[in-house]
Nanobody, 123 residues
Framework: VQLQASGGGLVQAGGSLRLSCTAA??????MAWFRQASGKEREFVAA????????VYADSVTGRFTISRDDSKSGVHLQMNSLKSDDTAVYYC???????????????????WGQGTLVTVSS
């Protein structure tokens, strides 16, 4: 099982980035994005049930970020708009162990993790 995150980079405040996460060897029902800023704990960003349903977002990104499944239904994207300096962090994709279908905001509930991709927002 391997989760591969990509799409990070350097962007100016107010700009946009699109992160992608592909899952190899795994057909999880629930995938999520977390982020970890330097010196801080890893925090929940967004999650979605790949079989359908309403995505869940952290309050800090609601209205600016959108999580969506990819066409293969084995990965997710995170469209990030109106980026702020506070969004600077390493972003990790994560997946819950099948056949779990319940979305969780807790990182302890995710069994599989990608390697992370760095997003830097300059002010």
């Amino acid at each position: 099982v391997q989760l591969q995150a990509s799409g990070g980079g350097l962007v100016q405040a107010g700009g946009s980035l699109r992160l992608s996460c592909t899952a190899a060897g795994l057909r999880s029902n629930v995938m999520a994005w977390f982020r970890q800023a330097s010196g801080k704990e890893r925090e929940f960003v967004a999650a979605v049930n790949l079989s359908g349903g309403v995505p869940v977002y952290a309050d800090s990104v609601t209205g600016r970020f959108t999580i969506s499944r990819d066409d293969s239904k084995s990965g997710v994207h995170l469209q990030m708009n109106s980026l702020k300096s506070d969004d600077t962090a390493v972003y990790y994709c994560a997946a819950r162990k099948p056949p779990i279908t319940v979305i969780s905001r807790s990182r302890t509930q995710y069994h599989y993790w990608g390697q992370g991709t760095l997003v830097t927002v300059s002010s």
